[in-house]
T-cell receptor, first 115, second 111 residues
Framework: GAVVSQHPSRVICKSGTSVKIECRSL??????MFWYRQFPKQSLMLMAT?????????EQGVEKDKFLINHASLTLSTLTVTSAHPEDSSFYIC???????????FGNGTRLTVT | DAKTTQPPSMDCAEGRAANLPCNHS???????VYWYRQIHSQGPQYIIH???NNETNEMASLIITEDRKSSTLILPHATLRDTAVYYC????????????FGGGTRLMVKP
């Protein structure tokens, strides 16, 4: 089945630094990938839709200059959290699907802790 | 995408069937019902999806009512490892359609 790989699984960074999270579709091509964020005891919230070769579409309230998304190839999308602050500490998860009639599959998430 | 309503929590005895309900009364004709589950600190795992017919795979069965306004996910023999949050999501059948997560049902399988 379709596999989505996310890296790193955990990262701790200092306030003010930037962190890059990678999301790869291992055995299929994904023109669209989705980035979610999940705070403790809450559900997943969609942050942005990443489109290969074009600009990402951000959900209302998500700062595009803070959460930079690059989808340069059909198998890789990256999310960079710029100038991270403690309130950005969260669980970030990506997902992708391989065709119109297939379900979306998720990476195992990245636990970001900003100190 | 249509909104879904699920009970916030359920318990199930190990070895018994777990029946998780979901209401999606505003579902439209081209929207599928998807079920995912999330075990603590992991990404959501796809379970099953369907349009109007009942579906079964190695993980679960999905029963969709004839009017498609509700569905039930059935785990036939729940194990402790099935303890997770289960999400019922309605989604259009397009690769560009995201999944919108509600609160889900926290299923606790007990020995």
């Amino acid at each position: 089945g379709a596999v989505v790989s996310q890296h790193p699984s955990r990262v701790i960074c200092k306030s003010g630094t930037s962190v890059k999270i990678e999301c790869r579709s291992l055995d299929f091509q994904a023109t669209t990938m989705f980035w979610y964020r999940q705070f403790p005891k809450q559900s997943l919230m969609l942050m942005a839709t990443s489109n290969e070769g074009s600009k990402a579409t951000y959900e209302q309230g998500v700062e595009k200059d803070k959460f930079l998304i690059n989808h340069a190839s059909l198998t890789l999308s990256t999310l960079t959290v710029t100038s991270a602050h403690p309130e950005d500490s969260s669980f970030y998860i990506c997902s992708a699907g391989d065709s119109h009639n297939s379900p979306l599959h998720f990476g195992n998430g990245t636990r970001l802790t900003v100190t | 995408d249509a909104k879904t309503t699920q009970p916030p929590s359920m318990d199930c005895a190990e070895g018994r069937a777990a029946n998780l309900p979901c209401n999606h009364s505003t579902i439209s004709g081209n929207e599928y019902v998807y079920w995912y589950r999330q075990i603590h600190s992991q990404g959501p795992q796809y379970i099953i999806h369907g349009l109007k017919n009942n579906e079964t795979n190695e993980m679960a069965s999905l029963i969709i009512t004839e009017d498609r306004k509700s569905s039930t996910l059935i785990l036939p023999h729940a194990t402790l490892r099935d303890t997770a949050v289960y999400y019922c999501i309605v989604r259009g059948n397009n690769a560009g359609n995201m999944l919108t997560f509600g609160g889900g049902t926290r299923l606790m399988v007990k020995p």
